[in-house]
C-alpha cells in the first residue's frame, strides 16, 4: 500500500533530522507540513526522527468499519441530544451575567460539540473522504436546504475528494 | 466496603482510608476527578440496569437538526485536519457554520433547565445507544459513548454542586476542557491524564 509521510507539529521537537534524510526535499518546508505531492513515501524521516513525531500514512485510506443501521439511529439520536445541551449552554452563557456561570455554560457548550463530533465519527462520518460523507455532500449538492446553502464549497470537496 | 467514582473509576477503600464513606462531607470531591460524592457507587452492589425500550431507536430515524449536521461537519473537518488537508477542513467548517447559524437558539431560563435536559438524556439516550452498539458488537460505538457518558455524569456533577455552592465556587477557580473528549476539570492542579480518555494534561484547554 502506497504511504505518505504526515508531521505531528506537537511532537515536532525541530531536530530536523528528516531535512538530512528525505530524498526529495518533500519535509523541507516553509509551514512544516510534509509536502505530499513530493513525498515518495520511502519513510526514511519517521525512521530517522528523534521524537516519533513522523508517522506513515495511507496515501488512501480505507473506508471506516461497517455500521449498522440500528447503531446509527442510537448515535445520531444521541448527537441530537448533545446538540441540545449544546444550544442551551450556548444561550445561557450569553444570557447570563453572572462570571462563573458564564465560563460553566461556555465548557458545557465545548464539550457537548466535542461529544457530538466524536458520536459523529462513530456513525459513519469518521473520514471526510468515505462513502457515508460523500453520499451526504451529494444528496445536499443535488437538493440544497435553502439558497444560501455554501453550494460550491459542497462542490469543492466532493471533487477533491474525487478518486479517494 | 468500597464505593467507585462513576466517571474516573476511582476507588475509595473504607478499610484503608479509616473512615466510612458515609460520613465523609457533603463537600468531599473524587480525588481522581474532582466529582460529587454522590458519583459514587457501593462495589458489592451490582446495579440492576433498567430496561430500554425498543420504541426509542426510532427518534434516531428523523433527519438532523441543523445543530447536529453542524456536528457532523464540524467532525469531518477535524477528520481533514489530521490528515493534514486545510483546505478541505476550511471547507467542511464552511458547511459547519452554515448549519449552526441555521440552529435554533436555546430557550432556557436558567441552569436548572440544562440539569434536567442533561438527567434526562442520562436515563434514556445513553442506555439505548449502549444497548444498539453492544447487541451490534460495535465496540468504537460502545468507546464513543463510554466516553460521552463519563462526560455527561461530570456535566451533572458540575451543575449540581454549582446548585449548592454557586457563583462562589467558580470565583478563584480554573475551568478546563479535554480537548480530545470534552471532560470538564474543575481546579488548579489538572489530573496527569484525562480521567476519561487518558490523553496527557497539555489536551486540556482552558476555558476564559
Known amino acids: 500500500m502506497e504511504k505518505k509521510a504526515v508531521r505531528n507539529l506537537r511532537l515536532c521537537t525541530k531536530d530536523c533530522l528528516c531535512l538530512y534524510v528525505c530524498p526529495t526535499g518533500a519535509t523541507d518546508t516553509e509551514n512544516s507540513i510534509i509536502d505530499v505531492s513530493r513525498c515518495v513515501g520511502c519513510g526514511d524521516c519517521a525512521a530517522a526522527c528523534p521524537s516519533g513525531a513522523i508517522s506513515m500514512v495511507p496515501a488512501v485510506y480505507p473506508e471506516q468499519q461497517e455500521k449498522k443501521e440500528e447503531v446509527c439511529f442510537a448515535l445520531n439520536a444521541l448527537i441530537e441530544a448533545k446538540a441540545e445541551e449544546e444550544m442551551t449552554a450556548a444561550s445561557l452563557a450569553r444570557k447570563t451575567e453572572k462570571v462563573g456561570l458564564r465560563r460553566l455554560m461556555k465548557a458545557v457548550t465545548v464539550s457537548a460539540r466535542l461529544s457530538g463530533e466524536d458520536l459523529a465519527r462513530e456513525a459513519g462520518y469518521m473520514l471526510p473522504q468515505g462513502s457515508p460523507a460523500l453520499a451526504l455532500l451529494k444528496a445536499l449538492r443535488d437538493n440544497p436546504p435553502s439558497d444560501d446553502f455554501p453550494l460550491n464549497e459542497t462542490n469543492r470537496i466532493i471533487e477533491a475528494f474525487k478518486g479517494e | 466496603m468500597k ?206
Open chain 2, 3 to 208: 464505593y467507585v467514582c462513576a466517571i474516573c473509576g476511582y476507588v475509595y477503600d473504607e478499610e484503608k482510608e479509616g473512615v466510612p464513606f458515609s460520613e465523609l462531607a457533603e463537600s468531599w470531591t473524587c480525588p481522581g476527578c474532582g466529582a460529587e460524592k454522590a458519583m459514587f457507587d457501593p462495589v458489592q452492589e451490582t446495579a440492576e440496569k433498567e430496561t430500554v425500550s425498543a420504541a426509542a431507536a426510532d427518534d434516531g430515524l428523523r433527519a438532523l437538526s441543523p445543530r447536529a449536521m453542524s456536528m457532523v461537519f464540524s467532525n469531518l473537518a477535524r477528520g481533514c485536519q489530521k490528515q493534514y488537508r486545510p483546505e478541505e477542513e476550511a471547507l467542511f467548517r464552511k458547511l459547519s457554520d452554515y448549519y449552526l447559524s441555521h440552529s435554533s437558539e436555546g430557550a432556557a431560563e436558567d441552569e436548572k433547565e440544562l440539569a434536567a435536559l442533561v438527567s434526562a438524556h442520562l436515563k434514556t439516550f445513553f442506555p439505548q445507544a449502549e444497548k444498539a452498539a453492544s447487541e451490534n458488537g460495535d465496540r468504537g460505538a460502545l468507546r464513543a459513548r463510554l466516553w460521552a457518558n463519563k462526560t455527561e455524569l461530570m456535566i451533572q456533577s458540575l451543575l449540581s454542586r454549582y446548585e449548592k455552592e454557586g457563583e462562589a465556587w467558580l470565583e478563584n477557580s480554573r475551568i478546563w476542557v479535554c480537548s480530545v473528549c470534552g471532560f470538564i476539570f474543575i481546579g488548579d492542579r489538572l489530573p496527569a491524564v484525562c480521567p476519561v480518555c487518558k490523553v496527557p494534561d497539555w489536551k486540556f484547554e482552558l476555558v476564559d
